[in-house]
């Protein structure tokens, strides 16, 4: 089976050249199937988020090589990885980052207005993720009028929209109570498992990590373990 996503010797410094380097990443080597659910843990500080940005296009690191459906994506000059990440990585973060002037169908159809996605077949896509994460009656709210847990879900639905080859996920439901945290990782899950889409989801809950196909264990920027739970 041929690797949906690859990183080789993955290295990021912070103030490179500087005396108070901060050498965050040091050789990370990974692997991901297609369809593949990875959960990344690891205490505080060891280079989880920057390996999510490094892995997202969204931080070019300062050696080694990350590529994506076979692509060497870091050979790309900058407006042409603006583009491939627009295409190919949906995030969703710890804070939902939605647009609070526009509606929660708007905030959904925003990555594919900025890919140039024709209006329609984007609205009805929109319309459609929305029913999936059951928030269809929410369509014309904005943010400040729905509950942290509905701004997650709609946060979800947005990083879906273009069918993005890998749905990277941050810490999603740091900030939710226990009981919209559960709620939002069953759809993670969920829609992960029905689209067939590839999750690669940093968290601190262990009990969700053991829900995962893969555990990857990440200490002082490298990889010290991974442990498949798949049965």
């Given amino acids: ?10 290295h990021k410094i912070y103030n490179n050249n500087r005396v108070d380097a901060l050498h965050v990443l040091k050789g990370i080597d990974l692997e991901v199937n297609e369809g593949e659910i990875i959960a990344v843990v690891g205490p505080s500080g060891v280079g989880k988020s920057t390996l ?20 060497d994506v870091y050979q790309a000059n900058d407006d042409e990885l603006a583009g491939l990440r627009n295409r190919t990585v949906g995030f969703v973060y710890q804070a939902h980052h939605l647009l609070p002037e526009f509606t929660a169908l708007e905030n959904v159809m925003m990555p ?35 509950s942290g847990g509905e701004q997650q879900r709609i946060a979800v639905a947005r990083a879906l929209v273009n069918s993005p080859r890998l749905l990277l996920a941050d810490e999603p439901s740091g900030n939710l109570d226990t009981q919209s945290a559960n709620s939002l990782h069953h759809l993670l899950w969920q829609l992960s498992r029905q689209h067939r889409q590839t999750l690669i989801i940093v968290t601190h809950n262990l009990e969700l990590a053991a829900q995962a196909d893969r555990i990857v264990e990440l200490y002082d920027g490298k990889i010290k373990s991974t442990h498949s739970n798949r049965r």
């Avoid at 999510?52 to 692509?71: A, E, F, K, Q």
């Avoid at 209006?119 to 400040?144: C, F, G, V, W, Y």
């Fill in 1 to 10: 089976m041929t690797p949906i996503l690859t990183t080789e010797n993955l």
């Fill in 52 to 71: 999510l940005h490094c892995i997202g296009i969204l931080d070019r690191p300062n050696d080694g090589r990350v590529w994506i459906d076979g692509r």
């Fill in 112 to 146: 594919g207005l900025i890919a140039g996605v024709d209006q329609n077949t984007l609205r009805t896509t929109a319309e459609n993720l929305l029913k999936e994460i059951n928030l269809q009656d929410r369509a014309t709210h904005r943010p400040s009028e729905l």
